[in-house]
């Protein structure tokens, strides 16, 4: 069977690594090659994951880079048809919910090839956010849906979808994690940073729902520097949070003398020096989807700057709070975690560190015709 596995932005490199390293282990069944879209490509936003994880380099770049959303999603469909055409794969894999993940799926389906969407089914509900959209699209056209939690089966069930292209695989992005997890526990950044463990918060910001109104934005900055002021929070800067910071004139609270009262920014940073970071830090505060999961693996107290989630289970087991973007909501649920008061939290069902090696096993039956 002749799969493509198509990455494109930086949250695809961490789940779809222990997917390829998975696959390899068929060599007789399965030859896989690697597409990039290009929707991410500065080198720390892209280059840096394939060295922290080992990953091969892409077999094909489709070097689409930034645009509007209809721009981005075209320009990627229109490249990644050629390449259909040209490799005839018998199946696509996409993961996660970014502008590739849809694209190619879109496509692919249109050419007739079946597509598997690994993290399907994970619903915020909130059809403002582009990746709400995407996850809807994408999982309603694939023909193999492997999910992450009980939630997302369900979700999928209720959509009309039928049970037999539902697979409960658990996560592989957390696979990623268990896999690196001693080589960055190991790493010196702490020690030439001089900060103890548990002794800073953990910042990152990149929704357009929180730095693309310049009100919300600025309220969320003055929240982080009132915390700042009691913990230093280390906040690597995402390119379109940086973009709109200047747009909007709050450069100001980026300050790039680095600590400014507490505040100590960074460009994004590397897989394994972030996971250091994560582990080690007092809390983090955030808007991403994965860190969500992440910090509810190593037991870190996570305030996602959110109304909602696609990831409830983060809430209900882990370690997550939804505190949205209010900047007196912020600032309460951050003292309570300073004062110790914050939920305990224990890891979900089959986020072990097998998701992948599941995810090709089904693969083997899917050819077989079995499932
Ligand atoms: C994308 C995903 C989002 C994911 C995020 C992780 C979609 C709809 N959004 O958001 O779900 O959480 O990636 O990072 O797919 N830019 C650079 N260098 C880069 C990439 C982007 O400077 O390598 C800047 C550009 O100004 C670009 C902006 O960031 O316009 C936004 O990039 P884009 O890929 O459109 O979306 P993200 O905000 O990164």
């Known amino acids: 069977m002749k799969i493509l596995n198509i990455v494109g932005a930086r949250p695809n490199f961490m789940k779809m690594a222990p997917i390829v390293e998975a696959l390899d ?3 007789d069944r399965f030859t896989h090659l690697l597409v990039h879209t290009g929707q991410h490509y500065d080198a720390r936003m892209s280059q840096a994951f394939f060295e922290d994880l080992g990953m091969p380099r892409p077999d094909i770049n489709l070097e689409v880079g930034s645009g509007s959303h209809a721009e981005q999603t075209a320009r990627i469909m229109m490249a990644f048809e050629k390449v259909c055409l040209e490799q005839r794969p018998d199946l ?9 993940t849809i694209a190619c799926t879109l496509t692919a389906k249109k050419l007739g090839i079946a597509v598997a969407h690994v993290e399907a089914g994970l619903r915020s509900r909130d059809m403002n956010m582009p990746e709400e959209i995407n996850r809807l699209c994408t999982d309603v056209l694939c023909d193999l849906l492997f999910t992450t939690d009980k939630f997302a089966n369900e979700n999928l069930l209720a959509e009309g979808v039928a049970p037999e292209k539902i697979h409960f695989v658990g996560n592989v992005m957390i696979d990623t994690l268990l896999k690196h997890r001693e080589l960055a526990a190991g790493l010196p950044l702490l020690d030439e940073l001089g900060l103890a463990p548990r002794s800073y918060a953990l910042m990152t910001l990149h929704r357009p729902a929180n ?3 310049r009100e919300t934005f600025k309220a969320i900055l003055e929240a982080l520097h009132e915390i700042a002021r009691q913990i230093p929070i280390i906040f690597p800067i995402h390119p379109r949070t940086r973009k709109m910071a200047g747009q909007f004139g709050l450069g100001h609270f980026f300050n790039e003398g680095d600590k400014v009262e507490g505040l100590w920014l960074s460009e994004p940073l590397g897989y394994l020096e972030f996971l250091h970071l994560n582990m080690n830090a007092r809390m983090v505060l955030t808007d991403s989807g994965g860190l969500q999961e992440e910090t509810t693996v190593l037991g870190v107290p996570c305030l996602t700057l959110r109304p909602n989630t696609e990831r ?3 809430c209900t087991q882990g370690t997550n709070q939804l505190v949205g973007n209010d900047r007196e909501k912020i600032l309460d649920a951050a003292n309570k975690v300073l004062a110790n008061d914050m939920p305990k939290g224990r890891i979900p069902e089959k986020w072990d ?8 096993e089904i693969l083997a039956k899917y050819q077989e015709g079995e499932v």
């Open 312 to 314: 409830p289970i983060t």
């Open 25 to 27: 282990q068929y060599p």
């Open 353 to 360: 560190g097998k998701a992948a090696k599941r995810i090709a």
């Open 92 to 100: 696509v894999i996409v993961v996660g919910d970014v502008n590739s």
């Open 211 to 213: 730095v693309d109104d």
